[in-house]
């Protein structure tokens, strides 16, 4: 069983910053890729980010490729403790969603989609004022 646990989000204005982090636990978490989705009122949950066990590999969307950053921390006494981040900069208006994250293997896909992913998160809900 995988959980998890979204936090980081809240309100900040147009160009400002918010880092999101998933806490990720679970009988060898560390052999699951994680990524982050969006979903805004009245769309589809979208694909934002994805970024391999290991690290060294992500993918991101092309609407924010470029401000927003992945990374990844597995805990090195255990296996089962992960923890992602979604570093977001020169936020935007559009950028407002609840972010959930994901874990999903293998890594690599030509598209990666919601009914794509294992496990998700609760969510947590970003706003971007104008």
């Known amino acids: 069983q995988v959980q998890l646990v979204e936090s980081g989000g809240g309100l900040v204005q147009a160009g400002g910053s918010l880092r999101l982090s998933c806490a990720a636990s679970?009988?060898?978490?560390?052999?699951?890729?994680t990524g982050w989705f969006r979903q805004s009122p009245g769309k589809e949950r979208e694909f934002v980010a994805a970024?391999?066990?290991?690290?060294?590999?992500?993918?991101?969307?092309?609407?924010v490729r470029g401000r927003f950053s992945v990374s990844r921390d597995n805990d090195q006494s255990t296996s089962d403790k992960s923890t992602t981040y979604l570093q977001m900069n020169i936020l935007k208006p559009e950028d407002t969603a609840v972010y959930y994250c994901?874990?999903?293997?293998?890594?690599?896909?030509?598209?990666?989609?919601?009914?794509?992913?294992?496990?998700w998160g609760k969510g947590t809900l970003v706003t971007v004022s104008s």
């Open positions: 994901a874990a999903f293997s293998p890594f690599e896909r030509r598209v990666y989609t919601a009914a794509g992913m294992d496990y």
């Open positions: 970024i391999r066990w290991s690290g060294d590999l992500t993918h991101y969307a092309g609407s």
């Open positions: 679970g009988r060898a978490f560390s052999s699951y890729a």
